[in-house]
């Protein structure tokens, strides 16, 4: 961990994408946001996002609990903060038939160093920590996602050891990753355990001689907590992983008090008819996915780009217009922000000024009402969120 952090804590998620479960009646299993399967808020309401139905995968979505000191009430992809624990050296032994591999075997990020996000950029051995940073962090995404849901995604010894000799390509010479079902009993043990002390997510790997599956999760961008908001503030890597059908989850009763799988535009939908409450980063990432309703799609594009890199999205509230937040590229964008010494990153900027220039900024007209203003081409091979037209949006709000 980077303990030099002033204003931020380190954290790490994971957008969970799945193929819907098939039953032995031939029918799709699957949870719904709104609870009939037959149809999402806001269907035939002229939306120009993909038809909820037009997806063949779901992501996974957990409500906070009431009493969370972060983001309460709102539904969000697992994950929290980095830990201790996530650097520590007993996980050498764990990954001993891959250590002789750079960075564990993860592939190498072709982003300059100098624009690197910090949380990725930050030289981990320089602080002490004997595992690589990349892959630290997806250790903590991986066991955030376990104690969170109870989806484990590991590999076997044996496993990691063959994809090594293969050299990690393409998720391990595997396509789709899967969930690695232990039985229910063992399940809830380890977890129950970890949730105590995440370094028992090492000893748990370690008796059970089980790897997690880092070389299946993709980086994807990196979002920080705004200034001005009350509590904690997160640097937060998120991390992309497609599974081949949806696992086995469940609520952990204590920071998550409901999960969810939902295609990305059922989502979006019950959000705008205010039958659920995602924050700004959950919004964004959502809208960018809905440019993929093929699962297989969504993991060609996640695996090839990852190696591009990502931006660091720290929204910029204006103290002026306190309802819009803007994002980098963005004509008003500070041109020099500090992420380590300012606590408070916010400019004067007015909008009644000539709509000429570059736009990417998330305007919230209420907490359930958000609306996506972008005229910028993203860096690093990335995607633009799918925009919804303005009258759409309205539409759906007043269901």
């Known amino acids: 961990m980077n303990n030099a952090l002033k204003h931020w804590k380190e954290a790490a998620t994971l957008i969970l994408a799945a193929g819907q479960r098939v039953g032995a ?10 609870g009939t399967g037959t149809g999402g808020p806001g269907s035939g309401s002229g939306s120009h996002l993909p038809h909820w139905s037009r ?7 957990l409500k906070r609990s009431s009493k969370s000191g972060f983001m309460p009430n709102a539904y969000v992809f697992p994950g929290g903060m980095l830990d ?3 650097f520590s050296s007993e996980w050498l032994d764990v990954f001993k038939s891959v250590t002789n591999s750079a960075d564990f075997g993860l592939r190498p990020v072709r982003q300059p160093p100098e624009s690197r996000p910090q949380i990725f950029s930050t030289d981990r051995r320089q ?10 962090l997806r250790i903590c995404a991986l066991r955030e996602t376990f104690e969170e849901s109870g989806v484990l995604l590991v590999l076997s010894e044996e496993e990691a050891r063959q994809a090594g000799e293969d050299g990690f390509k393409d998720e391990m010479g595997r396509g789709l990753c899967r969930a690695h079902q232990l039985c229910s009993d063992e399940l809830a043990k380890w977890r129950a355990l970890v949730n105590r002390d995440p370094s028992n997510f090492i000893r748990m790997c370690k008796q059970l001689q089980l790897l997690p599956n880092i070389w299946a999760l993709h980086e994807w961008a990196n979002w920080l907590t705004p200034a001005g ?13 497609c599974l081949q059908e949806v696992p086995d989850a469940s609520q952990d009763e204590k920071e998550i008090v409901r999960f969810q799988w939902s295609r990305p535009s059922e989502i979006l939908q019950s959000y705008r008819a205010r039958q659920l409450l995602i924050p700004r980063p959950q919004f964004y990432e959502l809208s960018r996915m809905c ?5 297989s799609d969504l993991h060609s594009f996640a695996y090839e780009r990852a190696t591009e890199g990502c931006e660091h999205l720290l929204p910029v509230i204006s103290k002026v217009e306190r309802h819009t937040a803007l994002l980098p590229g963005d004509k008003h964008y500070p041109l020099h922000i500090s992420r380590q010494t300012e606590a408070d990153n916010r400019t004067d900027f007015e909008l009644n000024d000539t709509p000429n220039g570059a736009l990417h900024r998330i305007v919230m007209s209420d907490p359930y009402t958000p609306t ?20 759409s949006q309205d539409s759906k709000s007043k269901l």
């Open 291 to 295: 440019c993929f309703p093929s699962l």
């Open 84 to 86: 201790s624990s996530d």
């Open 229 to 241: 908001r009350p509590g904690a503030r997160f640097d937060t890597a998120f991390f992309m992983c």
């Open 55 to 61: 997806f063949d995968y779901d992501v996974l979505l």
């Open 127 to 136: 602080l002490g920590s004997p595992v690589p940073g990349d892959a630290a």
């Open 25 to 34: 009646d031939g029918l799709l299993s699957r949870t719904s946001l709104t």
């Open 372 to 391: 996506l203003q972008i005229t910028i081409t993203p860096k690093y091979n990335h995607l633009l969120p799918l925009i919804e037209p303005a009258s």
